[in-house]
């Protein structure tokens, strides 16, 4: 589904992915941990092409990511991002949030678009809010409409960069309840978390980044809970006092 061979990026002098390599296979979920500064976001952009890598490969499928191809705003579409901060459009209410992309970028006729919206509004719990505006929902209910948002785009794949990051401790489990179903569903998705817990339970492969590079991955149970390189050993005994 996903292949990143040697990805590098740079920000003027400073090298943030050092030659990143990694295979996401259909109906994977792929969890990248580490401290911030590692590069775990700054990969996930350029998998989305929102962030223009400088050297190696990405392809999405049999298409090679490229900001500058035609065809981009399709690949885009292929490939939903989930950021930390909803991005929810202020001034639309909830279902036209989430129609928006299907409509403009996708060219679904409105009733059909709307009939989608709010079987996924229903998915993640957020029917009974449709004429609400974002600023009358909470952090979490924010992230689950930016869920549906994503998915009404029909995506073969989903990247979530810190879904948690912004929420308040007792809005976390509704969003991750989402995530765990989508997991189920056998949604393809790389999930930028510092949620350790639903990495256990939920990822295939836990990814360690560490100073732009992978410093250690592998299933979830074994990079968890009995990790080799001694940086993942101190980062998870920080993380877990």
């Known amino acids: 589904m996903i292949t990143i061979s040697n990805v590098r990026k740079h920000y003027g002098n400073l090298e943030v992915l050092k030659g990143i390599s990694l295979d996401v296979s ?11 500064g590692s590069g775990k976001s700054t990969l996930l952009r350029c998998i989305n092409a929102l962030e223009t890598y400088d050297g ?16 981009i705003h ?3 579409a292929s490939v939903g991002m989930v950021f930390q901060r909803f991005n929810l459009f202020p001034h639309r209410t909830v279902l036209e949030n989430v129609i928006e992309g299907a409509v403009q970028v996708r060219r679904e006729r409105k009733q059909g678009a ?10 993640v719990g957020m029917q009974h809010k449709r004429d609400c505006m974002p600023h009358q929902l909470s952090g979490g209910q924010q992230q ?9 785009m029909r995506p073969t794949a989903l990247l979530f960069d810190e879904p948690t990051s912004a929420l308040d401790p007792e809005l976390v489990g509704d969003v991750l309840a989402v995530m765990r179903e989508l997991a189920r569903e056998g949604m393809t998705m790389v999930v930028v978390t510092h949620e350790m817990g639903f990495a256990r339970e939920v990822a295939d492969k836990v990814c360690f980044l560490c100073d732009g590079v992978i410093a250690e991955s592998g299933p979830a149970a074994q990079v968890l809970e009995s990790p080799r390189h001694p940086r993942t050993q101190d980062f998870l005994r920080r993380v877990r006092r």
Request: with cysteine; aromatic share 2%; charged share 30%.
């Open 26 to 36: 259909t109906g994977e979920v792929v969890c990248l941990i580490g401290p911030s």
């Open 56 to 71: 190696g490969d990405i392809h999405i499928g049999d298409r090679r990511v490229d900001a500058a191809s035609r065809d």
């Open 74 to 76: 399709q690949l885009r």
């Open 114 to 123: 709307t009939d989608y919206a709010m079987e996924l509004l229903t998915k």
């Open 144 to 152: 689950r409409v930016a869920i549906a948002r994503a998915l009404a």
